[in-house]
């Protein structure tokens, strides 16, 4: 017992001066300027070396999709590293398949800048944008949820697909040493191309939803860039399936509002799975959204119903609803947006069900 806990004591002082190294290379390591070429010359700039890759190109207008703000954890955020970047880390190799890792596919947020680098990006990263905009609504939608209104300042107009997301910049301030970014699904109209809605949940110490929740007013400037990501609708007239956890309600809001406007009749059933009856919101909205849509079905799942409220609709888990009520999903197309745990249950139980996984659609926040 003595010997293995020494090993683990041995292991855990090797892992603390590792970043104790780290730290200090950050700190005092001198790489001097770094030259940075995209795309064979499509884009070239120099840059002081020593910072990360992702925050680096972002500081040139270069903005990569990162949906946990370049702390590792969504994979999002992948580039082909040509030449330098050094060797790939441990922290990415979960997000590689076997050919991305053959091509030298990174995370950009884990490449440090230490010399001269030659990447490939895609094409279409060029056109992502960065907009001043200004706060004009904050309002309550539950009691841990609240709706974020942006109108547009510059440029003035944002042409995205219903379902994708932005990156909201929160400045420093005295919970962060430095700006960060977090991305958050639009859930308003793209017709409404002058302004946006997110829809953010408070999380306990997180850096951003404490700035967005106790501490950004009406009337304030932020920075977003976006949009990103390949959540969106898909062109077909296969009935459709919504899954949606908390604050994952806000894109399919976005695609929903696509469907009333264009507007597009395929059946739709959309479950959403909250705790409480506290915890459902856009719902004047949604209902509005069954009238103009005949074949939208709605079905909120409660976890933990209040028994003083009497509630008589489905409880349990959302899959739980779903599994009741889908028996052949071979002709189903699927989309899902809401914390990890769902989204993976949700994904067995569909394609165990008959959908195919090129026909289901996700994005996952957490």
């Given at each position: 017992m003595?010997?293995?806990?020494?090993?683990?004591?041995?292991?855990?002082?090797?892992?603390?001066?590792?970043?104790?190294?780290?730290?200090?290379?950050?700190?005092?390591?001198?790489?001097?300027?770094?030259?940075?070429?995209?795309?064979?010359?499509?884009?070239?700039?120099?840059?002081?070396?020593?910072?990360?890759?992702?925050?680096?190109?972002?500081?040139?207008?270069?903005?990569?999709?990162?949906?946990?703000?370049?702390?590792?954890?969504?994979?999002?955020?992948?580039?082909?590293?040509?030449?330098?970047?050094?060797?790939?880390?441990?922290?990415?190799?979960?997000?590689?398949?076997?050919?991305?890792?053959?091509?030298?596919?990174?995370?950009?947020?884990?490449?440090?800048?230490?010399?001269?680098?030659?990447?490939?990006?895609?094409?279409?990263?060029?056109?992502?944008?960065?907009f001043r905009t200004q706060v004009v609504g904050l309002k309550p939608l539950t009691p841990f949820i609240k709706e974020v209104h942006l109108k547009l300042i510059e440029p003035?107009?944002?042409?995205?697909?219903?379902?994708?997301?932005?990156?909201?910049?929160?400045?420093?301030y005295e919970g962060s040493s430095e700006p960060v970014y977090r991305a958050y699904s639009i859930a308003s109209p793209a017709s409404l191309n002058t302004e946006i809605k997110l829809v953010v949940t408070r999380v306990e110490r997180g850096i951003a939803t404490t700035y967005i929740h106790d501490i950004l007013k009406v009337g304030e400037?932020?920075?977003?860039?976006?949009?990103?990501?390949?959540?969106?609708?898909?062109?077909?007239?296969?009935?459709m399936v919504m899954i949606g956890t908390g604050s994952g309600l806000a894109p399919l809001m976005s695609i929903l509002y696509q469907m009333a406007e264009e507007p597009i009749d395929r059946p739709c059933t959309l479950y959403f799975g909250v705790r409480s009856q506290q915890d459902l919101f856009y719902q004047d909205e949604i209902h509005g959204l069954m009238r103009a849509l005949p074949r939208f079905r709605y079905?909120?799942?409660?976890?933990?119903?209040?028994?003083?409220n009497h509630w008589d609709g489905e409880t349990g888990l959302v899959t739980d609803a779903v599994a009741r009520d889908v028996t052949d999903g071979s002709q189903l197309e699927a989309y899902l947006c809401g914390n990890p745990l769902m989204i993976n249950a949700a994904v067995k139980l569909l394609t165990a069900k008959g959908v195919t996984e090129d026909r289901i659609f996700f994005d996952k926040f957490g």
């Open positions: 003595t010997l293995v806990f020494g090993l683990l004591l041995l292991s855990g002082l090797c892992a603390v001066l590792a970043l104790l190294l780290e730290a200090a290379n950050t700190v005092f390591a001198d790489y001097g300027p770094c030259r940075i070429t995209i795309n064979e010359g499509a884009k070239e700039f120099t840059v002081k070396g020593g910072g990360r890759l992702l925050s680096t190109l972002m500081d040139q207008g270069v903005f990569i999709p990162s949906a946990c703000g370049g702390r590792g954890s969504c994979g999002l955020c992948k580039v082909t590293v040509l030449e330098g970047g050094g060797p790939i880390l441990p922290t990415e190799t979960p997000y590689m398949n076997d050919e991305e890792l053959r091509r030298g596919t990174r995370l950009s947020c884990q490449v440090r800048l230490r010399g001269d680098v030659r990447l490939e990006i895609p094409e279409a990263f060029f056109l992502i944008k960065e003035q107009e944002i042409v995205f697909k219903p379902g994708q997301f932005i990156q909201f910049q929160v400045p420093e400037e932020v920075i977003i860039n976006g949009p990103y990501g390949d959540f969106y609708l898909r062109r077909s007239d296969r009935p079905v909120p799942v409660l976890s933990e119903p209040s028994l003083e």
